[in-house]
């Protein structure tokens, strides 16, 4: 702030009210089993090839009750080591919100993320489950990068305009502006109880892709679709000066 009401630059605050954050500064996740999914060091670290066989890998944090038809979710994403492997068998990351608790080998409604690594593929799926498990291919896909998905940080999100309608969406920059993957599913029936975000890996038998991460800053805006920005504490009739003489 500068004299009379002139101001030289701006912060900015979100409009819509935050439902949901968690910045894994202390662990508030809960195991569903094994231990290459977990909270260490500020992050939720997961490393599919030291998943737990078929069953996979997991932990899950609850959001307290059911999501609305529409909600915005946000995350930033270390994918640190993808790699492909010598054998065909995968391993496989599932980031997504869930309408249930269980392994990677369970049935869900879930919407999300699946990195599948292979000895010929480093797939990136965006998809929505029905009543499928995490480690399977999506009721409704889309396959965002099919064999050469890069290690690297994006920033994620995915936007539920109704209950069957999302779009899914990797940045490459914090202030999700800039698109590298993007799509827009919609699928053919209603998905039910979502409410539980969940992590899984899948380590298939004699899979050595390697495919190793982290996730961060977890911000979920429930019944909204889009953010708007709002100037901080700016008092009324102040004047914007690009330069102060």
């Known amino acids: 702030y500068l004299d009379s009401k002139r101001i030289s630059g701006l912060s900015t ?14 662990d508030n996740w809960t195991n569903i089993e094994g231990s290459s999914v977990g909270v260490s060091g500020g992050v939720l670290v997961y490393d599919a090839y030291t998943g737990g066989g078929s069953a996979g890998d997991g932990e899950y944090r609850d959001y307290g009750s059911v999501l609305s038809d529409t909600f915005l979710w946000r995350f930033k994403w270390n ?7 010598g054998n065909s ?30 000895s010929s ?11 499928l498990a995490p480690a399977h291919s999506a009721s409704t896909n889309t396959v965002l ?20 309608k999302f779009t899914f969406t990797l940045y490459s920059d914090s202030n999700f502006s800039t698109s590298a993957y993007t799509t827009t599913l919609t699928h053919s029936a209603d998905l039910l109880d979502l409410r539980y975000f969940k992590v899984t890996t899948q380590h298939e038998t004699s899979a050595d892709s390697a495919n190793d991460g ?6 979920l805006y429930n019944g909204a679709t889009s953010l708007t920005a709002k100037p901080t504490n700016v008092q009324d009739n102040s004047i914007l000066v690009e330069k102060d003489t």
């Open 121 to 131: 593929n480093k797939e990136l799926n965006a998809g929505i489950w029905d009543n």
């Open 13 to 26: 605050d979100i409009v819509q009210t935050l439902s949901f954050e968690d910045d894994f500064s202390s």
């Open 214 to 219: 982290s996730l961060a800053d977890f911000k």
């Open 145 to 164: 990068q099919a064999s050469t998905f890069p290690s690297g940080t994006y920033y994620c999100e995915v936007i539920r305009h109704s209950n069957r």
């Open 79 to 85: 994918a640190t080591t993808i790699a492909k492997g």
């Open 89 to 118: 068998p995968n391993n496989e990351v599932n980031i997504s919100i869930s309408s249930n608790i269980s392994n990677g080998s369970s049935a869900n409604d879930a919407v999300g993320f699946l990195l599948r690594v292979n």
